[in-house]
């Protein structure tokens, strides 16, 4: 094959010594059951070479600042570009990053607003102009007769250097002092200033005692205007009380005496003193003094001097087309690209913005073709999930333009409702007739259909897993013999439940929700049932399910004086004794932290071995055997089983631990064997392979039957948790809660658990939620995926838009009746899909 990535012997994780080309310049999809390898081909071996040879071709001194990736477990790779990354992360957790600066809109506004923008006074509200030295002069002789003041040039303001040569020059221009930092010093002297710290400096024109005669006018302004033409159109009048007052002659308020300071793109940034409000330092939140700017901000409250717009009264009284740039940023993007379409300019002012303009209304059109139209510019960047984060990423990536970059995404799907996915496969097909590669780990149907080549990982998980079964077109996948992927693609195979008529017992209402954009609305969860909240992105899906269902109930269930939040009230609560939220956070943030520690199956293993005869004789207690504690563990690695030596400029390197040879306890612990294995032999082993071993210790295969039937049958036992993905971290919560003793009266809540998965996986998952619902349980899932909407027992279809254009029930009721609306996006789906 010509034109290809040819990839040789590549043995990453469970990949089999893989040799496989991949087409440039198409649209590539790699899919494959969980665990399958996808990722390991896409971002371990193809990725990680990729980044590793261009952060190899720069200097040592560049390398130390970049994060460095080692050498994949791979023969060789032939034809490799530039490789980027486009994963499923959130974005930033800096409360100072928006969807405005990580897309570099903000940036462009800033300067636009610096350029065009038309000041107001924001005292008065009245547009400002320029002040003649006249009325300068004037404004100063109205000080009281007597009255002590200094006319400074700020030649310097808030920047960092030494300015050893403006000195010298003010001093052989003759004049005797300066204000530099707010303290007054004599020119003739020694004068060192910090180069990194910012500095401002004032040089002292003239000294006056105000006196109302002709005399001092004349006097004053020449001084003022010499002051004016060192500063360049700025002066300041430093008074008794030590305060400055600043006088331009481009910008002031002749009513209310409020002069502007020079209007630069600063101005507008929330991340400068120049321009950020003073109260919250430009974070837009009340901080309390001494508190880090990384703790959760989104529960602090709204600062009370800006109002959450982050910066000065002054760059907020800055208008273009009549809005602030604070009101610019409140709108949504579908809002924002209609606001500078319809933007009136003079003709000079259309001169001057023609390529700023031209530069946002691009950005704002590719975040609306990836599906984020109802995002607003000024939204935290900490607050949008993984998948609205690599949309965000995707739409920059557009924007930078470029060619011969391989482009590798994982499952840019997520997240989004067919409709919007429909906008994202066209954004995909874009990048890919610019003229780069575009490689996606994805299972959505529509995204394999569109692509140019299929590669089908498998045929199982894990172990079992890291072949490559089936590669070529769709149609190719589709009649390929092996492929289980195909056979779903054609129809041949679908993801269903059995057949069956559950009635609801009673219904949980959440009346009046009304919080972010829901209008109002009340919402009716049958009992007993699994029921699906479908919509497009950004209709509400979250804010009702889990910032008002989730947070409100856990109140009444759980607490004596009980917080509604988003909604008036919850009735039908009494029928429930339990609600859970299955998240996809991590089941740890530590490599200590795995599935058998988290399901509490490791506490079983553990009693094991410790009534283990060996174990008795030697005094051996479950303590022994956990690798968290002193005792039975590896004191060289401390239970690690690796070693990291850190390497400044290199990668850091991990090193298997030369005293356990990385199974993380002591010898005299190994020595304690149950069927011939150690501890660390049962961590090492796969779900299936513990099921044969511990076949005949009920608690033990109880806990483990859970986790295969989540499709978790392929994860080693002692899986770091930090290798998970959302998906499987998600769904090893789920086991936990499948082992436990059910009530019959739960409400599970998922947010998209069809996250990572193949359709053979969702159709294990379907099964895993028909049974919590067959034991009396409720399960309500947030879900765009069609083989678990069309299944469901009720849908409740929010919209009909994203953002302020939805928040509002479109349609509720089985998914034939939700097929029969003619409003709905969902139904629109599910009458494509044959149920109409």
């Known amino acids: 094959m010509s034109g290809s990535i040819i990839i040789k012997g590549a043995r990453e994780h469970n990949l089999k010594n893989l040799d496989v080309e991949i087409p440039r310049d198409k649209l590539v999809v790699i899919t494959g059951l969980s665990g399958s390898g996808k990722s390991s081909l896409a971002f371990d071996t193809i990725y990680a070479e990729g980044q590793r040879r261009y952060v190899e071709s720069l200097s040592a001194y560049a390398r ?25 992360k959130s974005t930033s957790h800096n409360p100072r990053s928006t969807v405005g600066t990580v897309t570099e809109i903000y940036d462009y506004l800033r300067l636009l607003f610096a350029r065009v923008g038309h000041p107001y006074c924001y005292q008065c509200g009245q547009e400002i102009a320029a002040q003649t030295v006249q009325q300068m002069v004037d404004a100063i002789q109205s000080l009281p007769e007597g009255a002590k003041v200094q006319i400074l040039a700020p030649i310097v303001r808030g920047r960092k250097g030494e300015y050893r040569k403006e000195l010298l020059d003010m001093r052989r221009a003759g004049y005797v002092r300066a204000r530099i930092d707010g303290k007054v010093v004599d020119l003739g002297d020694e004068i060192t200033l910090d180069k ?69 793109p600063r101005v507008f940034s929330f991340n400068s003193p120049h321009g950020a409000c ?81 530069e946002v209304r691009e950005r704002l059109g590719f975040l609306v073709n ?19 984060g690599q949309r ?28 919007d996915n429909r906008r994202l496969l066209q954004t995909l097909l874009r990048l890919r007739d610019l003229g780069n590669t575009v490689v996606v ?52 195979l679908s993801v269903t439940l059995p057949h069956r008529e559950r009635r609801a017992k009673r219904v949980l209402s959440i009346v009046g929700a009304k919080k972010h954009n829901l209008k109002g609305i009340t919402a009716n969860i049958p009992l007993g049932l699994l029921t699906c909240v479908t919509g497009v992105s950004g209709s509400g899906k979250s804010t009702l399910v889990l910032e008002v269902l989730f947070h409100s109930l856990s109140q009444l269930l759980y607490q004596k004086h009980p917080k509604i939040d988003g909604c008036k009230e919850i009735q039908g609560a009494d029928a429930l004794d339990k609600v859970i939220d299955i998240d996809q956070s991590p089941i740890g943030r530590t490599p200590r932290s795995n599935p058998a520690t988290y399901t509490g199956l490791f506490t079983f293993i553990r009693d094991l071995f410790a009534q283990l005869p060996e174990s008795r004789v030697r005094g051996y207690k479950p303590g022994r055997y956990s690798f968290n504690v002193k005792g039975g563990r590896c004191e060289a690695c401390e239970g690690d089983g690796l070693i990291k030596i850190e390497m400044h400029f290199l990668p850091d390197i991990y090193v298997t631990c030369e005293v356990c040879k990385g199974q993380r306890y002591n010898r005299e612990t190994l020595d304690v064997l149950y069927k011939g294995r150690s501890i660390a032999d049962v961590l090492n082993m796969t779900v299936d392979e513990a099921l044969a071993f ?77 049974r919590l619902v067959e034991a009396g349980n409720t399960v309500l899932v947030i879900e765009h995926n069609l083989d678990i909407i069309r299944n469901a027992d009720w849908i409740i ?40």
């Open 797 to 836: 279809d929010l919209g009909p838009e994203g953002g302020d254009r939805g928040g509002e029930i479109v349609a509720e009721g089985t998914p034939r009746d939700i097929a029969k609306s003619k409003r709905s996006y969902t139904g629109q789906v599910l009458r494509e899909a044959g149920l109409g």
């Open 196 to 264: 990194q710290k910012k500095h401002t400096i004032e040089v002292v024109v003239d000294r006056l005692v105000i006196k109302h005669d002709q005399a001092m006018a004349r006097r004053m302004a020449d001084s003022v205007e010499t002051a004016l033409k060192l500063a360049h159109g700025l002066i300041g009048v430093l008074d008794q009380q030590d305060q400055v007052t600043l006088y331009s002659d481009t910008l002031a308020c002749i009513r209310c005496g409020v002069s502007y300071p020079e209007i630069t």
């Open 278 to 358: 003073p109260a919250c330092d430009g974070i837009g939140y009340a901080v309390a003094p001494g508190c880090p700017e990384e703790q959760d901000f989104t529960t602090l409250e709204l600062c009370q001097t800006c109002q959450g717009a982050r910066l000065r009264p002054e760059s907020l009284a800055i208008k273009v087309g009549k809005r602030s740039i604070a009101e610019v940023t409140r709108l949504s993007v579908r809002a924002a690209a209609e606001f500078f379409n319809q933007l009136s300019l003079t003709e000079r002012e259309q001169f001057i913005a023609q390529r700023i303009l031209k």
């Open 694 to 770: 511990f076949d005949a210790v009920p608690f033990i295969k109880a806990k483990l039957q859970t986790l295969h039937d989540v499709g978790l049958h392929y994860i080693k036992l002692g899986q770091s948790a930090t290798t998970l993905s959302g998906g499987e971290a998600q769904r090893v919560k789920l086991s936990r809660e499948l082992s436990k003793r059910a009530t019959g009266r739960t409400l599970y809540i998922l947010d998209e658990p069809t996250t990572g998965l193949h359709f053979a996986d969702t159709q294990r998952l379907l099964d895993v939620l028909n």
């Open 370 to 388: 990836v599906g984020l139209d109802y995002l607003t510019l000024d939204r935290a960047a900490a607050t949008l999930s993984g998948g609205e």
């Open 64 to 88: 130390q600042f970049l994060e460095q990736m080692g050498k994949p477990d791979v023969d060789s790779i032939e034809g490799l570009s530039p490789a980027i990354s486009i994963e499923q």
């Open 392 to 419: 965000i990423r995707l739409a920059t990536q557009i924007g930078s333009g470029l060619v011969g970059v391989l482009y590798i995404l994982d499952e840019p799907s997520i997240g989004l409702h067919q409709r």
């Open 441 to 492: 780990v994805e299972h959505d149907a529509e995204t394999m259909l569109a692509a140019d080549h299929i590669l089908d990982l498998g045929p199982g998980a894990g172990a079992h897993g890291g072949e490559l079964i089936a590669q070529g077109t769709p149609a190719e996948i589709m009649e390929h013999p092996d492929s289980l992927t195909g056979r779903y693609l054609k129809g041949a």
